[in-house]
T-cell receptor, first 110, second 115 residues
């Protein structure tokens, strides 16, 4: 079955630390990949998406992600996190219906 | 431009009661989805629709029914609510599916508690 795996359930960082959240997917063919963020009490917001082309994708708020086809990975990165990045982050993949990972909670200490 | 609108935003039900969640989109999208979000489980697909008059089961369809009588609306029904259906429900819409380079747009969510 198609699936999306996120490696970390909860990540705790201090402000200015670098962030990398892992995401792997199980599709073998053409795939669209997404990272969503959910701030406490709010709905999902799209951070960035990959459809094709340059495997390094830049999104909002300084986030970026790299698509590595050989590793079936789409890891999310940010060079320097802020307290306001505290949220839950979801990786998702398609074709077909959009399948989500279980999410990673990020807590940033001021 | 409202995008995807869900009503209600909050609801408390007693076990055995029924209710309908409404999702409305104004983007003329063909595809609509209902997800539930539970702690540590991410978002799981309940039902989806690929166009007006069509519905299909997702990953966790049991205990739910849906209808898509109008293209812009997708209704999620609980005929006899159970505590296990306590969750946050998200609706989404998309121009197409099948890897045609489109994204899904989400509503603000409905927090449902079944007591």
């Amino acid at each position: 079955a198609q699936s999306v795996s996120q490696h970390n359930h909860h990540v705790i960082l201090s402000e200015a630390a670098s962030l990398e959240l892992g995401c792997n997917y199980s599709y073998g063919g053409t795939v669209n990949l997404f990272w969503y963020v959910q701030y406490p009490g709010q709905h999902l917001q799209l951070l960035l998406k990959y459809f094709s082309g340059d495997p390094l994708v830049k999104g909002i708020k300084g986030f970026e992600a790299e698509f590595i086809k050989s590793k079936f990975s789409f890891n999310l990165r940010k060079p320097s996190v802020q307290w306001s990045d505290t949220a839950e982050y979801f990786c998702a993949a398609r074709p077909g219906n959009l399948i989500f990972g279980k999410g990673t909670k990020l807590s940033v200490k001021p | 431009n409202a995008g995807v609108t869900q009503t209600p935003k909050f609801r408390v039900l007693k076990t055995g009661q029924s209710m309908t969640l409404l999702c409305a989109q104004d983007m003329n999208h063909e595809y609509m989805y209902w997800y539930r979000q539970d702690p540590g489980m991410g978002l799981r697909l309940i039902h989806y629709s690929v166009g007006e008059g069509t519905t299909a089961k997702g990953e966790v369809p049991d205990g739910y029914n849906v209808s898509r009588l109008k293209k812009q609306n997708f209704l999620l029904g609980l005929e006899s609510a159970a505590p296990s259906q306590t969750s946050v429900y998200f609706c989404a819409s998309s121009p197409t599916t099948g890897g045609v380079n489109t994204e899904a747009f989400f509503g603000q969510g409905t927090r449902l508690t079944v007591v």
